[in-house]
């Protein structure tokens, strides 16, 4: 019996599937566990996966296919489509469709010599890093700043956008610079006044956070933390990397990295607390899609989201740190006399820092806003990549007050841009304003949550996240799922009377 145009598309993403995880296994290995000396072999590993998945998608017979099932199926928006009754297959059509007329467009070289250059950055500004020397990483960042040039001009300027809203489609779909822009302006509008009366108040005491906290009791106490949010260990693992990060294989197969400093205890809790975000989402992601473009979150907006969620809305709540505390000091003696009250407070500190990752949640978006504009700059030509640092320097002194002492505090902290990740820094303010709204939303729908979090039972939340957001999988875009878990889409109104009644609450009791 001759094969249906699905079961031909079936078969064809859970190919495309398998070899994407395939090289997701090899771009976790290289940030965890590959030999220095390995870096040149696994970069062109890397270059052949990508370029046999590049291949697999531009394949005329998957365009036949797809067009056939397209075809086949009723009028949009009709729920009694015989050949489509839960609107599954009208789905996948649709997001197959976006994925391959961007590979279409882009040559399979570009494809190859983007991965190529990806491996040779992200060693590049490893060594760069560590000896603190932008000009390391400058010709690697250069290649890439190029080669993310070409591909947006290969993929096409969106009607009315320009070249930087042709990779941010890739990341958030239909988001522009054009609506960023002014959501940004009012971000940091409100945000820069409220950062800065916040950081001229007297700090809380975070005395008791000072000293040496031994590496492997946090590594103990962060597995503890993701067996206490739901993570399974047995469908994933954490491990250890210089900038934290989550690799998503399967929902059976999520891999996590933390980062353990121990002079900073909290960079391994909300680190791990972040990524645990991303792998919950990872593995709630309905497993009869796991062969299917639809076993995919909709967009890194909405990905951040979760991780912000958990690493703030409920990491950083004092109901959060009555459960939790009494653990953690079991393990730091040093701890045992701080009440959850104070810890909660010194948690919550809000004062202008260099470094993102561990940067306070109200002066976390500006963050956010410097490193948007920086890269704008770049894809748009007004700035030379071998003029990053000192424009870096200059525009975090404007923005966030403080100028770095050395590269390795300033532009070279992130990884995305050794990773050519031009676009993704957006997702993150995005996913805060989320992650309001759905906390928000969870809260009205669960009136006893505090109570459950201060007993330290976090499943009705990840129950509420699982049924309203992960259940959906790519079958809608990212505004869509928000709006239909919380009745309002992207806005920063949640968000800010988060923040206000927070920090009103802070400094009225201490």
């Known amino acids: 019996m001759p094969e249906t145009a699905w079961e031909d598309l079936t078969r064809r993403m859970a190919d495309l599937r398998a070899l994407g995880g395939a090289a997701a296994v090899l771009a976790w290995d290289q940030e965890t566990y590959l030999p220095r000396r390995g870096s040149e072999a696994r970069g062109e590993q890397l270059a052949a996966l990508q370029g046999v998945l590049h291949e697999r998608l531009c394949d005329p017979r998957l365009g036949d296919a797809l067009a056939r099932l397209e075809g086949a199926l009723g009028p949009a928006g009709d729920p009694g489509d015989p050949a489509d009754p839960t609107g599954e297959r009208r789905a996948a059509a649709r997001a197959l469709r976006f994925d391959r007329e961007r590979a279409v467009r882009i040559p399979g070289e570009l494809v190859r010599g983007l991965a190529l250059a990806q491996s040779a950055g992200v060693e590049a500004w490893r060594e760069a890093r560590e000896q603190s020397r932008f000009a390391r990483f400058a010709p690697a960042l250069a290649s890439l700043v190029r080669l993310r040039r070409e591909m947006a001009d290969a993929l096409g300027v969106p009607a009315g956008g320009e070249r930087y809203d042709a990779l941010l489609d890739g990341y958030e779909e239909g988001m522009r610079v054009s609506r960023l822009a002014p959501l940004f302006r009012r971000l940091t509008g409100w945000l820069t006044p409220l950062v800065d009366r916040l950081a001229a108040a007297p700090p809380p005491d975070d005395s008791f956070l000072r000293g040496r906290f031994d590496a492997e009791a946090q590594w103990a106490f962060t597995l503890e933390l993701l067996e206490a949010v739901g993570f399974d260990g047995e469908a994933g693992r954490q491990d250890r990397s210089a900038h934290p990060f989550t690799q998503g294989i399967d929902p059976g197969d999520v891999r996590l990295t933390t980062r353990v400093l121990e002079a900073l205890p909290l960079s391994s809790i909300f680190s791990t607390l972040h990524e645990a975000g991303h792998g919950l989402y990872e593995q709630g992601l309905p497993r009869r899609w796991r062969s299917s473009v639809l076993g995919a979150a909709p967009s890194m907006g909405l990905h951040e989201s979760q991780s912000r969620l958990w690493e703030n809305l409920v990491g950083r709540s004092l109901p959060f740190w009555?459960?939790?505390?009494?653990?953690?000091?079991?393990?730091?003696?040093?701890?045992?006399?701080?009440?959850?009250?104070?810890?909660?407070?010194?948690?919550?500190?809000?004062?202008?820092?260099?470094?993102?990752?561990?940067?306070?949640?109200?002066?976390?978006?500006?963050?956010?806003?410097?490193?948007?504009?920086?890269?704008?700059?770049?894809?748009?030509?007004?700035?030379?990549?071998?003029?990053?640092?000192?424009?870096?320097?200059?525009?975090?002194?404007?923005?966030?007050?403080?100028?770095?002492?050395?590269?390795?505090?300033?532009?070279?902290?992130?990884?995305?841009?050794?990773?050519?990740?031009?676009?993704?820094?957006?997702?993150?303010?995005?996913?805060?304003?989320?992650?309001?709204?759905?906390?928000?939303?969870?809260?009205?729908?669960?009136?006893?949550?505090?109570?459950?979090?201060?007993?330290?039972?976090?499943?009705?939340?990840?129950?509420?996240?699982?049924?309203?957001?992960?259940?959906?999988?790519?079958?809608?875009?990212?505004?869509?799922?928000?709006?239909?878990?919380?009745?309002?889409?992207?806005?920063?109104?949640?968000?800010?009377?988060?923040?206000?009644?927070?920090?009103?609450?802070?400094?009225?009791?201490?």
């Open 322 to 510: 009555k459960a939790f505390l009494p653990r953690l000091a079991a393990r730091f003696p040093q701890l045992g006399g701080v009440t959850p009250e104070r810890f909660h407070r010194a948690v919550n500190k809000v004062e202008r820092s260099l470094i993102r990752v561990e940067a306070d949640e109200v002066t976390y978006n500006l963050h956010v806003v410097l490193r948007f504009e920086l890269e704008l700059s770049l894809l748009r030509g007004e700035l030379e990549p071998d003029d990053l640092p000192g424009a870096w320097n200059e525009r975090s002194q404007a923005i966030l007050g403080l100028t770095p002492p050395s590269d390795a505090e300033g532009c070279l902290q992130d990884i995305h841009w050794a990773w050519g990740e031009f676009g993704y820094f957006p997702t993150y303010a995005l996913g805060n304003l989320y992650a309001a709204s759905l906390h928000a939303a969870a809260r009205r729908a669960l009136p006893g949550l505090d109570g459950e979090l201060e007993a330290g039972r976090l499943a009705p939340l990840l129950g509420w996240l699982r049924q309203h957001v992960h259940a959906a999988g790519r079958t809608l875009p990212a505004e869509e799922v928000v709006r239909r878990a919380t009745g309002a889409g992207l806005d920063d109104a949640d968000f800010r009377r988060y923040l206000t009644e927070k920090y009103q609450g802070l400094a009225g009791r201490g």
